[in-house]
């Protein structure tokens, strides 16, 4: 699996949004837990939303909640998350991941994803 990360907007002030994206190769979709991750500074990597389109279980950190959305277009190979009403306290590194076995809330929440994209920064300013 290969896997390439973008985000829309670069740098933004809190309560702006940005979007990432992540495509993937060698991988259709529909055979994968995929998800979003992030490591935020002093905290461990966290799962943020993890999602199996073929059976549309999902899973959404509480704290990102009402507020980030994960979403994919099976067809692009491409994984988004789209993130609103950002905060200073969301600055960090987002990974996207894929795995072919785990179910969504067991990727994100035991961070065991087999496949990882490159990380991209994140920063929210006040």
């Known amino acids: 699996l290969m896997c390439s990360c973008r985000r829309w907007g670069g740098l933004v002030q809190a309560g702006g949004s940005l979007r990432l994206s992540c495509a993937a190769s060698?991988?259709?979709?529909?055979?994968?837990?995929i998800g979003w991750f992030r490591q935020v500074p002093g905290r461990e990597r966290e799962g943020i939303s993890c999602?199996?389109?073929?059976?549309?279980?999902?899973y959404l950190l509480d704290s990102v909640k009402g507020r980030f959305t994960i979403s994919s277009d099976n067809a692009r190979n491409t994984l988004y998350l789209q993130m609103n009403n950002l905060k200073p306290e969301d600055t960090g590194v987002y990974y996207c991941?894929?795995?072919?076995?785990?179910?969504?809330?067991?990727?994100?929440?035991?961070?065991?994803?087999?496949?990882w994209g490159k990380g991209t920064q994140v920063t929210v300013s006040s």
């Open positions: 999602i199996r389109t073929s059976s549309g279980r999902k």
């Open positions: 991941a894929a795995d072919p076995t785990v179910q969504p809330e067991e990727g994100c929440l035991m961070n065991v994803m087999d496949y």
């Open positions: 060698g991988v259709t979709f529909d055979n994968y837990a």
